[in-house]
T-cell receptor, first 115, second 109 residues
Framework: DTAVSQTPKYLVTQMGNDKSIKCEQN?????MYWYKQDSKKFLKIMFS???????INETVPNRFSPKSPDKAHLNLHINSLELGDSAVYFC??????????????FGPGTRLTVT | QKEVEQDPGPLSVPEGAIVSLNCTYS??????FMWYRQYSRKGPELLMY????GNKEDGRFTAQVDKSSKYISLFIRDSQPSDSATYLC?????????FGAGTTVTVRA
C-alpha cells in the first residue's frame, strides 16, 4: 500500500492555465506538507497543514492555494501558471507530535512542466 | 546566504570506498539533524537523524553533528552501487525542515 500518493505524476500545461495536484496519505498522520524541488534539486517548503489548519505558509505567490478537506488529504491549486513554476512538487506527511516532525514521508512527486 | 549549505557534487567513487558528505548551517535554533536519501525520480526518504550534537551509527552509515562548528557529516562505509542517489541534509528548528541542495553520489561497480 502506498503511504503518500500524489496525482498526477506528470503534468504538462501552458502558461496562464490553472491546475491542481492532489495528495493523500494513509499513515494516520496529522501534518501534511507541500514542497517544491527545483532543477538543482533544492527542496523548499511551501505550506504545512496540521489537522486541516494552515500552520506554515512560506513566501509563496498567492497564485498557489493549498486546501485540506480532511487530515488525510492536501491539494495544491495553482492559478495562472508561469514558466518559473516548472518543478517537481512533493507532498509529505508526518506525525502530529513535534518530536517526530523531522520524520517526514514523501510522495513520489508531481513533475510540472509549464510551456 | 542560504540557511543550509551543501556541496551539490557530483561525487563519483568506486565500490567499497568511503563516501563523505557534509553540510554547514547558520541557524543556531536547529535541534534535529537529518539525512534524507533520494533515488532518481523518487521522493526523499529519511536515512538517519540525530538530536543535538554527537555521533550516530546505523550499519554502514555514520552521522556526525558538531553544533559548535555548525557542521554535520554523513559517512557511508563500504559503498555499494545501490547507494547511488542524491543525499540531502535537513535540519529542524521544531517549526519546519530546511534542506540543503543535495549531493549526488554515484558508486561505480
Amino acid at each position: 500500500d502506498t503511504a503518500v500518493s500524489q496525482t498526477p505524476k506528470y503534468l504538462v500545461t501552458q502558461m496562464g492555465n490553472d491546475k491542481s495536484i492532489k495528495c493523500e496519505q494513509n499513515l494516520g498522520h496529522d501534518t501534511m506538507y507541500w514542497y517544491k524541488q527545483d532543477s538543482k534539486k533544492f527542496l523548499k517548503i511551501m505550506f504545512s497543514y496540521n489537522n486541516k489548519e494552515l500552520i506554515i505558509n512560506e513566501t509563496v505567490p498567492n497564485r498557489f492555494s493549498p486546501k485540506s478537506p480532511d487530515k488525510a488529504h492536501l491539494n495544491l491549486h495553482i492559478n495562472s501558471l508561469e514558466l518559473g513554476d516548472s518543478a517537481v512538487y512533493f507532498c509529505a506527511s508526518s506525525s502530529g507530535s513535534r518530536d517526530l516532525s523531522y520524520e517526514q514521508y514523501f510522495g513520489p512527486g508531481t513533475r510540472l512542466t509549464v510551456t | 546566504q542560504k540557511e543550509v549549505e551543501q556541496d551539490p557534487g557530483p561525487l563519483s567513487v568506486p565500490e567499497g570506498a568511503i563516501v563523505s558528505l557534509n553540510c554547514t548551517y547558520s541557524n543556531s535554533a536547529f535541534q534535529y539533524f537529518m539525512w534524507y536519501r533520494q533515488y532518481s525520480r523518487k521522493g526523499p526518504e529519511l536515512l538517519m537523524y540525530t538530536y543535538s550534537s554527537g555521533n550516530k551509527e546505523d550499519g554502514r552509515f555514520t552521522a556526525q553533528v558538531d553544533k559548535s562548528s555548525k557542521y554535520i557529516s554523513l559517512f557511508i562505509r563500504d559503498s555499494q552501487p545501490s547507494d547511488s542517489a542524491t543525499y540531502l541534509c535537513a535540519m529542524s528548528d521544531d517549526y519546519k525542515l530546511s534542506f540543503g541542495a543535495g549531493t549526488t553520489v554515484t558508486v561505480r561497480a
